[in-house]
């Protein structure tokens, strides 16, 4: 009987220490793809103001009182 005990035991901790290993290397990839969202992010918003800056740019490019009149064909 002891013996058996003994061997669950065992085969427990090695279901433990297993299972400790592959919540490691979940936990790295999480990470990663953390950072990497993060990286994704950023490049996003610089994106967007760059978008606004051009689109300011070229708002100030156009002279405002011909930029509501309708073309000479309408």
Do not use: C
């Not at 793809?33 to 689109?55: C, S, W, Y």
């Amino acid at each position: 009987m002891n013996n058996e005990w003994q061997q669950r035991i065992e085969e427990l901790e090695s279901k433990v220490a297993f299972q400790d290993d592959t919540i490691d290397q979940l936990n790295g990839e999480i990470n990663q793809h953390q950072e990497a969202i993060h990286k994704v992010q950023q490049q996003l918003t610089l994106l967007g103001n760059r978008f606004k800056e051009i689109k300011d740019e070229m708002d100030m490019d156009q002279p405002q009182d011909i930029a509501h009149e309708l073309p000479p064909h309408y």
